[in-house]
């Protein structure tokens, strides 16, 4: 089954920030094209607050499997540019998950 995922995660190093959302952006296509079970990444960012929220349609046996899968990648796309330890806190990410089928119900959330 796919689910469609957000995480809302946020960068505290304000300084390197908006640099980072184009290698951010970059890796994470390039994770969807060596992972059939990752779709169509997209991410929209609020530069005054540092918050990235970044969506991904995950292919997983349930939506407990999905958002870890898609924690995973993001987590992947973070260190492939750098980012984990300097800043990225993505302990305390928010995940949302719904069938691909019903993702509208994560625009009302």
């Known amino acids: ?24 952006m970059e890796a994470l296509l390039g994770l969807e094209a060596a992972d ?3 779709e169509d990444p997209d ?4 530069l005054g607050t540092g918050r990235v929220d ?11 499997a999905a958002m870890v899968k898609a924690l995973a990648t993001l ?3 973070i260190r492939a540019i750098g980012g984990i330890g300097s800043g ?3 302990t305390s990410a928010i995940v949302h998950a719904a069938s691909a089928e019903a993702s509208g ?5």
């Open 43 to 46: 991410l929209a960012a609020d």
């Open 36 to 38: 059939s079970a990752v």
């Open 75 to 77: 987590r992947a796309a």
């Open 88 to 90: 990225w806190e993505t």
């Open 1 to 24: 089954m796919k689910y469609l995922t957000v995480l809302e995660v946020t960068c505290t190093d304000a300084a390197a920030f908006g640099v980072r959302l184009d290698p951010l």
């Open 105 to 109: 119900l994560l625009a009302s959330a």
């Open 54 to 64: 970044v969506q991904m349609t995950v292919g997983a046996p349930d939506p407990a």
